[in-house]
């Protein structure tokens, strides 16, 4: 069986052409406006980082930021997803995110500190590790990449609330069972952060037979992660709340 890795030529051109289109609207001395702008601003800002299963590889664009988004709504949380990159459908009321195909952890790492200066999330989802499994990528070392991550996001926004999530199975061996390896490594860095660091166990919410590919999961098995951030979301009620509201609550 072929296995994809959360990068192939479709979302490389889909990447292009969402570049493209900012830099057609951009004006001179101005940032390019994005394809599908924030929608929900004034909300509780909530960054989606990770890979393309947190960008939603087809054959599901958004992936479970959809109905997570829809939760939400119907739960009466007004958030506001933010990010860099935007994709997904209309039924996705705030498109943006930190999805980046293909990508390992020290890829995230390089980048974070920019990213969260740049939209200051109150509340973080992380879902990373699929990559440097799949690329073998100094597989033993992913936990230590993951803590330096989790430091570099605690250290440039103390107060924010980290969702880390033990990361979706793959089908067939070895990966399968080096993804269990690494989330059973994933259980012990969480352990050592401190209370604003959350441990999500999304791996036991989706089976291979939830997988479009092998990788990536099936529209079906999106919509079964989004229950799961939900829940984990609504269990740190300060998550939900702006910063400064939440601080006021505590005292």
Known sequence: MRRFTCVNVMSMLGILLATLVGAVFALPGTAAVAAV???SNGGVRIMPLGDSITDGFTPYPG???????QRLAAGGYRVDFVGSLTNGP?????HDHEGHSGWRIDQLDANIVNWLNATDPRTVLLHIGTNDI???YDVAH?????SALIDHILGTKPGVELFVAQIITEQGEPHASMVNTYNAAIAGVVR???SHVHLVDMHSALTAADLA???HPSKAGYDKMAPVWYDALRSVPASLRPLRASSAANG
């Open 37 to 39: 702008p924030g929608e």
């Open 213 to 215: 590919d092998g990788v």
């Open 134 to 136: 799949n690329q073998n």
């Open 63 to 69: 992936g479970y930021r959809v109905n997570l988004w």
């Open 192 to 194: 050592s952060k401190g």
């Open 90 to 94: 209309a039924a996705l009321g705030d």
């Open 142 to 146: 992913a936990p230590d990449r993951l």
